[in-house]
């Protein structure tokens, strides 16, 4: 019955629902240190000009956050004249964004009953939703995450190796939003390990895991 709807409707109502749940009571949104810190990074940065290379001191003391996340909530906080709302509406098209790409991937790898089921899981989530009503470095980490895991998928499926760079540049986003992220690069070289065997010897998989890594991060 689902594959007599055309997927543009199918999404497009899915996306109406999703947008509707995000933007319910949207100004009720939850305000943390995290989030001032993060506005206060950026209202420097677009005061003085001087484009970021590092993020903030994280409570580590002495180890610093990627500017990444800065980069992407800057055009929000200067459309929204440094109103923390803008911050949050940045969490709101990550977390559409990560709607529409889950739906078209799915769909693409396996069917479209699988891409609504996903799409619909995600639409409705609580946690998904409370994500997208406030504003914190590790969020987008679940688009990140999405996108590795079907970078991999292609490696796994093709044995082409551009998707092993991939897979680390995604890696090394991932870093940049939140050091916790560096985990993902373990389970990486572990998936190698239990799914490629015998490419494990093959040089160049470690020199790009390294390079994509290292370009990002």
């Not at 109103?83 to 069917?111: N, Q």
């Not at 070289?189 to 015998?198: A, G, P």
């Amino acid at each position: 019955m689902l594959n007599r709807v055309p997927p543009f409707i199918i999404l497009s109502l899915i996306l109406i629902v999703a947008v509707s749940l995000r933007l319910y009571r949207i100004e009720d949104y939850g305000f943390f240190a995290d989030q001032a810190r993060d506005l206060l990074e950026v209202h420097k940065w677009l005061v003085s000009g001087k484009i970021p290379l590092q993020g903030p001191l994280t409570s580590m003391g002495t180890f610093h956050l990627g500017p990444f996340y800065y980069y992407l909530i800057a055009p929000f906080v200067f459309m929204f004249k440094f109103d923390p709302i803008g911050a949050v509406y940045f969490e709101v098209f990550d977390g559409l964004l990560l709607v529409v790409l889950g739906f078209f991937l799915f769909r693409k790898f396996v069917d479209l009953g699988t891409a609504f089921i996903f799409s619909l899981l995600i639409t409705l989530s609580p946690l998904a939703i409370s994500l997208s009503k406030g504003s914190w470095n590790p969020h987008p980490q679940l688009l990140v995450t999405l996108l590795l895991v079907f970078s991999f998928m292609q490696f796994i499926k093709t044995n082409t190796l551009k998707y092993i760079f991939i897979s680390a540049f995604l890696v090394g986003v991932g870093v940049q939003l939140h050091y916790t992220f560096l985990t993902n690069l373990l389970s990486l070289i572990l998936m190698i390990f239990i799914f490629k065997r015998r490419s494990v010897l093959n040089y160049k998989i470690w020199l790009l895991l390294i390079c994509g890594q290292d370009l990002r991060s």
